[in-house]
Structure formats: structure tokens, C-alpha cells
């Protein structure tokens, strides 16, 4: 685990912290974020980041929990039980911290939440795992590719660089497209990102102005 992570300062531009109750939660979330691992996940337990996060701030429990379920109402954290214990993830943390180094940090041990729980919050699931049989490797080279989604597997370059091309709501649709298409269909092919160059961009956009799409 490294010291801390990026706070990036298109912060101040999110929708979704101006909805907090209160500033407490605010900076809970703010603090949280350089505690969480590789892939944006930390205990959810209000104890541990009462006694971890918030040392010296004299909050009680309850107070942590209130801000907690707050963050998880406006969607800026997702929580999760696995064997008895209660984590949480911050979706989309990959895509705000772009100067993850998965082969300068140790394996993290904190289970990932349940894919479908996992889509429902964010675009995309965490780019720097793989899941096999409930166990969860990261991946130390930064070429491997990924899942962005159930039959949809990427590099973190090709996704970026289609992000930058399409915008974060047309990569979502094309991705998304793609991962319709090989599901019902059964397609396979050896590179995802070859087949959305080759077709899934223009199934999707039908040749509209990539402007068009570029929303982030």
C-alpha cells in the first residue's frame, strides 16, 4: 500500500459531494480515498475507519455511519458483506487515480464487491484485478488486459485511449454493445479493442460526430 493517492482537483466539479448532508461526510470521503487500495476498496466497518481514518477527530460510531450511509445514498461509495465483514469500494477509482503502479504495490487482500453490484454504480469494473474462482491476482503488467465488462476484456491503454476518442458515455456504449453482442451472439474474437475499431464504433455511433459523444 502506498503513503496516499492523487486527489485530483476536478473535485471541486462533482455533483454528487454538494449533496452531503454534511461537511463531516465530506471530508470523511475526501480522507477516505487516500486510505483505499488498489482497486478502491477498504473496510466499511464505521469502527475500523473511526480508529483508521478519522484517529483524532473524537467521532463516535454512530456519527461515522450517518456519514457512511450518506456517501452511499449519492453513490460515491458502494458497501458489501463477504464472510461476516463489511467492506466498501469507491467506484470508478481507477479512472481518477491515472498513476496507479500495480507492480510497486503489494497484493491486496480486500474481497472486490459482486460484479452486478459493481455495474450498477459505475461504467466500468476495477481495471487492476483479475478474478479467477474467487481468488483476486493483480496484475503487474500494465499491458494485461482487463474486464471492463462480463465478456468485454481491454488494456487500461486501449481503454483510455478510446475514452479520449469517444468520451466516458460513448466508451460505455460501445463497451457495452460489444459485450451484448458476445454474450447473445457468441462472438469471440482476440482483441476486443480491434473489434470495436473494426464495427462497434460504427454500430454505435452510426457515424455521428465523435464531439458528439465527448461527455465526461
Known sequence: MPIGRIILKSISDSKKLP????????????WLLTHLDINGCYSGDPQVINGKVFTRLNK???TIEGYLEDMEVNKLI????????????????????????????????LPLPPPALLQHYSSSTPAQVKISKDKISISKDKDKKRSFAEYVTLTLKEYRKLKKDYGKDGVKKIIQKLDNSKASKGYKYKSDYRAILNWVVEAVIKKKPKSDWRRT
Not at 19 to 30: P, Q
Not at 84 to 105: A, T
Open 19 to 30: 449533496k452531503l448532508k454534511t461537511d463531516g461526510a465530506r471530508l470523511l470521503y475526501t
Open 60 to 62: 463516535s460510531n454512530k
Open 78 to 109: 458502494i458497501r458489501y458483506k463477504t464472510d461476516g465483514d463489511i467492506f466498501l469500494n469507491v467506484p470508478n477509482f481507477v479512472e481518477k487515480q491515472p498513476s496507479l503502479r500495480p507492480d510497486r504495490e503489494g497484493k491486496s487482500n
